[in-house]
């Protein structure tokens, strides 16, 4: 039976076997080639990669003195050269090369492989900016493309459902590495955008090596992302790897996580947004009304409104002013034409006839008297002597004459004056002066002279 | 059609400022001091009804909450 004292310790055997390393020679100094492959510098200035080939890989490490003189960066695929020692890590139980120089050895072949695809399509114009489909706001359904086992799924998920659970997700579980991978993916994108109300896709897969990543390299993801009518988030690996995917995706994400946040907003962001709107359009419409009654007091307030007696005063005092101005103006004007009238009647009187006509009417008086003076002295004269006359006249009467007892005759044509007038058997009338005597003539006696001449 | 509060307000600051022009004849100061006085009641009016009804969105927003 083997007691105790026969069993070594982990650190002695771990000891002994870091000794057999170390001592053999063919190890202290070893060339060895292969390709780069999970490159990480640390801050401190290490680098640690692994270096591979189709059937190996072993774990090395390059410290920050070596890495310094390094004259290029060391990246993912790339084929090199180095020189170094092996040991045993005793704290990992694990060996590892230690590096101490390296040289390229061109670049990996799935490095040529990415460059070549990334220029065809570039060329094609698939990465071009103007290809690109905006994103729905608030997307309704998110198809999610990824593995169903992973970090990517569950964190996709969780974010969809922290930030929008109105929005339905399906995912269609895929291969997302190895052989198969691509044309799964393919097919993934192919029956999302058979399904009708579906407006975003996440397309991606969580971390890995370039191996593990290479299915979003391959030129048939590329161009079933490119024909998709869907628009595409793509959400492969690490903030740091890049792609063909990323470049031909409508949006790339550097990480599943950020996707689902791309995708949809954030919903406490969009009540927040909400109740700040309906604050906003509150306090605005409040300020509104508010302001509006300012306006419409300072309106109301304004003196026309206040004494409205101001609109029509004016004119009152207007019509006042007038009438005053129109009674000065008639009295005025009364004033003036009665001094005219004045004036003028008594130029008027100064040249009226009433004197001429007084003066006249003497003068006529004055002659009429004359007249009637005259008359009257004619007239009495004229009485005298008609009188005288009168008398005399008296004294040569026939009259006179016949009372003497003279008498005359009357045949139809007047006095007979001669006996040459009459004819026997005549009537005559005879005139006595106090009678008529109608006698027929017997005969006649011519010659003799009595008579007398009437 | 109804003219808004903001049109029924500018015709009556227009109004005003004709008035306090005092360049308006009798009749047509009179006939502008009604439709002034009829433009204030309706702005008063609409002013009321806007408020109400804010109030009531307020109130029951609130309630919502």
Same mark, same amino acid.
């Given at each position: 039976?083997?007691?105790?004292?026969?069993?070594?310790?982990?650190?002695?055997?771990?000891?002994?076997?870091?000794?057999?390393?170390?001592?053999?020679?063919?190890?202290?100094?070893?060339?060895?080639?292969?390709?780069?492959?999970?490159?990480?510098?640390?801050s401190n200035g290490h680098i640690y990669f692994t270096l591979k080939d189709a059937g190996a890989?072993?774990?090395?490490?390059?410290?920050?003195?070596?890495?310094?003189?390094?004259?290029?960066?060391?990246?993912?695929?790339?084929?090199?050269?180095?020189?170094?020692?092996?040991?045993?890590?005793?704290?990992?139980?694990?060996?590892?090369?230690?590096?101490?120089?390296?040289?390229?050895?061109?670049?990996?072949?799935?490095?040529?492989?990415?460059?070549?695809?990334?220029? &065809?399509?570039?060329?094609?114009?698939?990465?071009?900016?103007?290809?690109?489909?905006?994103?729905?706001?608030?997307?309704?359904? *998110?198809?999610?493309?990824?593995?169903?086992?992973?970090?990517?799924?569950?964190?996709?998920?969780?974010?969809?459902?922290?930030?929008?659970?109105?929005?339905?997700?399906?995912?269609?579980?895929?291969?997302?590495?190895?052989?198969?991978?691509?044309?799964?993916?393919? &097919?993934? *994108?192919?029956?999302?955008?058979?399904?009708?109300?579906?407006?975003?896709?996440?397309?991606?897969?969580?971390?890995?090596?370039?191996?593990?990543?290479?299915?979003?390299?391959?030129?048939?993801?590329?161009?079933?992302?490119?024909?998709?009518?869907?628009?595409?988030?793509?959400?492969?690996?690490?903030?740091?790897?890049?792609?063909?995917?990323?470049?031909?995706?409508?949006?790339?994400?550097?990480?599943?996580?950020?996707?689902?946040?791309?995708?949809?907003?954030?919903?406490?962001?969009?009540?927040?947004?909400?109740?700040?709107?309906?604050?906003?359009?509150?306090?605005?419409?409040?300020?509104?009304?508010?302001?509006?009654?300012?306006?419409?007091?300072?309106?109301?307030?304004s003196a026309v409104f206040q004494d409205a007696s101001r609109l029509y005063r004016p004119f009152?005092?207007?019509?006042?002013?007038?009438?005053?101005?129109?009674?000065?103006?008639?009295?005025?004007?009364?004033?003036?034409?009665g001094q005219q009238q004045e004036r003028l009647s008594l130029r008027l009187m100064h040249v009226?006839?009433?004197?001429?006509?007084?003066?006249?009417?003497?003068?006529?008086?004055? *002659?009429?008297?004359?007249?009637?003076?005259?008359?009257?002295?004619?007239?009495?004269?004229?009485?005298?002597?008609?009188?005288?006359? *009168?008398?005399?006249?008296?004294?040569?009467?026939?009259?006179?004459?016949?009372?003497?007892?003279?008498?005359?005759?009357?045949?139809?044509?007047?006095?007979?004056?001669?006996?040459?007038?009459?004819?026997?058997?005549?009537?005559?009338?005879?005139?006595?002066?106090?009678?008529?005597?109608?006698?027929?003539?017997?005969?006649?006696?011519?010659?003799?002279?009595?008579?007398?001449?009437? | 059609?109804?003219?808004?509060?903001?049109?029924?307000?500018?015709?009556?600051?227009?109004?005003?400022?004709?008035?306090?022009?005092?360049?308006?004849?009798?009749?047509?100061?009179?006939?502008?001091?009604?439709?002034?006085?009829?433009?204030?009641?309706?702005?008063?009016?609409?002013?009321? +009804?806007?408020?109400? +009804?804010?109030? +009531?969105?307020?109130?029951?927003?609130?309630?919502?909450?």
């Amino acid at each position: 039976m083997s007691s105790a004292a026969n069993y070594l310790t982990v650190s002695a055997l771990t000891r002994y076997i870091k000794r057999k390393f170390d001592a053999d020679p063919y190890l202290r100094k070893v060339y060895v080639k292969g390709e780069l492959s999970n490159v990480k510098y640390h801050s401190n200035g290490h680098i640690y990669f692994t270096l591979k080939d189709a059937g190996a890989r072993i774990a090395c490490a390059m410290f920050a003195s070596q890495a310094r003189a390094l004259s290029f960066r060391a990246e993912e695929g790339m084929n090199v050269f180095v020189t170094g020692d092996i040991s045993v890590y005793e704290n990992a139980g694990n060996y590892q090369f230690y590096a101490k120089t390296m040289e390229p050895d061109g670049v990996g072949a799935l490095f040529v492989a990415y460059e070549q695809l990334k220029q &065809k399509l570039e060329k094609e114009g698939l990465f071009s900016p103007t290809r690109k489909q905006p994103l729905p706001p608030l997307p309704r359904h *998110i198809g999610v493309i990824t593995s169903s086992t992973g970090a990517a799924i569950r964190d996709i998920l969780t974010t969809l459902e922290r930030r929008f659970p109105l929005a339905k997700v399906t995912v269609i579980p895929t291969l997302v590495q190895g052989p198969g991978a691509a044309p799964a993916i393919v &097919k993934a *994108i192919e029956r999302m955008n058979e399904v009708p109300d579906v407006d975003v896709l996440i397309v991606g897969r969580g971390g890995g090596s370039i191996e593990d990543l290479w299915a979003f390299n391959e030129e048939a993801v590329a161009r079933a992302i490119v024909k998709s009518r869907v628009p595409i988030i793509s959400a492969v690996g690490h903030e740091t790897d890049t792609t063909i995917a990323d470049f031909v995706a409508d949006l790339r994400a550097p990480t599943p996580t950020a996707a689902a946040e791309l995708a949809v907003p954030d919903q406490l962001q969009l009540l927040q947004n909400i109740r700040s709107f309906s604050d906003r359009i509150t306090q605005q419409t409040l300020g509104k009304v508010k302001q509006s009654r300012i306006d419409l007091q300072r309106v109301k307030q304004s003196a026309v409104f206040q004494d409205a007696s101001r609109l029509y005063r004016p004119f009152v005092e207007q019509h006042l002013r007038m009438t005053d101005q129109l009674q000065q103006t008639t009295m005025r004007t009364i004033e003036r034409v009665g001094q005219q009238q004045e004036r003028l009647s008594l130029r008027l009187m100064h040249v009226s006839p009433v004197e001429r006509i007084q003066r006249a009417q003497q003068q006529i008086d004055t *002659i009429r008297q004359r007249i009637l003076y005259s008359t009257q002295q004619q007239t009495t004269a004229k009485k005298h002597q008609l009188v005288n006359r *009168i008398r005399t006249l008296e004294a040569l009467s026939p009259l006179q004459t016949l009372q003497k007892g003279f008498l005359y005759a009357e045949k139809e044509h007047g006095v007979v004056k001669t006996i040459e007038e009459i004819q026997p058997k005549d009537t005559l009338q005879l005139h006595f002066y106090d009678g008529t005597a109608t006698v027929q003539v017997q005969s006649l006696e011519k010659g003799g002279n009595h008579g007398t001449d009437i | 059609m109804e003219r808004t509060f903001e049109q029924a307000m500018k015709q009556l600051e227009e109004i005003v400022r004709r008035l306090e022009q005092g360049d308006v004849p009798l009749e047509e100061s009179i006939d502008l001091y009604k439709k002034g006085m009829e433009l204030s009641a309706e702005c008063s009016a609409k002013l009321q +009804q806007a408020e109400k +009804q804010l109030v +009531q969105f307020i109130d029951a927003e609130e309630e919502a909450d």
